[in-house]
């Protein structure tokens, strides 16, 4: 538990750096966009079963104008035990690497991703809270941005493997993202995960809506309305408000 609590120690330490490098037009709810930004979230969900509240940190620096750190750190309310248990659930740590970008036409440009995460697990699933394991995430992907409209639409594909802990996990999930800019200050996400679980031969899927205004360079606040899809759907439903500091 001491060396998670310096892993954490060492996360917040990232978001407090995230300073001054130059700013970027790119929305930050591009995981792919070169920006450094930080994210204060909430997210309220409807497991079907109790609830599960998710207060986070989401954050991204950019090491290089070719790397960049995506960091994470997740806190919990749950109730879906039966009685309210409050902890931290996870801490998540990002490097993308941008191999290639290029302008494909007059209207479409490419940006290539390959990235591995690391995602420590700090809760105890005996209180609904994290897995218990941790685990390694490799994943690539793909953004195309439309020069004319500014739509970009973001294939990825990203596999999780726990490595230690008490749940196997064994997942691919595909994800297809589009954001579309509006009426100059404003912005529409769609992000559709759709994961594989090896472990358990489920299609946990969901889909997150999301509308964001820009209050100025530095600053957006944003809305976000969650659905979960199909039989094995993770949650029925959630919502979520998200502040932006954008450096």
Not at 15 to 42: F, I, W
Not at 79 to 85: D, L, P, S, Y
Not at 220 to 241: C, E, K, T, Y
Request: hydrophobic fraction near 40%; aromatic fraction near 12%; charge should be negative.
């Amino acid at each position: 538990m001491k060396n998670r609590i310096r892993v954490l120690s060492a996360t917040v330490l990232c978001c407090c750096l995230a300073s001054g490098q130059s700013r970027s037009e790119e929305n930050a709810s591009n995981p792919l966009a070169a920006v450094n930004n930080t994210d204060l979230r909430y997210q309220y969900f409807d497991p079907g079963s109790g609830d599960r509240q998710d207060l986070f940190i989401d954050g991204s620096y950019m090491l290089r104008p070719d790397i960049k750190l995506k960091y994470e750190l997740h806190y919990n309310s749950t109730n879906v035990t039966g009685n309210r248990e409050n902890d931290f659930e996870k801490i998540n740590a990002k490097l993308i690497y941008f191999p290639y970008q290029a302008s494909l036409n007059e209207t479409w440009a490419v940006k290539t991703a390959v990235g591995l995460e690391w995602i420590v697990d700090l809760g105890d699933p005996d209180i609904g809270i994290g897995t218990g394991s941790d685990q390694l995430a490799p994943l690539f992907g793909a953004a195309f941005a439309n020069k004319k409209t500014g739509l970009t639409l973001l294939p990825l594909i990203q596999h999780f493997e726990s490595y230690n802990g008490p749940t196997d996990i064994s997942q691919t999930a595909m994800r297809l993202i589009a954001i579309q800019p509006f009426a100059q200050n404003y912005w529409a996400k769609m992000d559709l995960k759709v994961p594989y679980d090896w472990e358990n031969n489920k299609w946990p899927a969901s889909v997150e809506l999301q509308l964001g205004w820009n209050l100025s360079a530095q600053m957006a606040l944003f809305a976000d309305l969650l659905v979960g899809v199909g039989s094995d759907r993770p949650f029925d439903n959630g919502i979520g408000l998200g502040v932006r500091f954008n450096y």
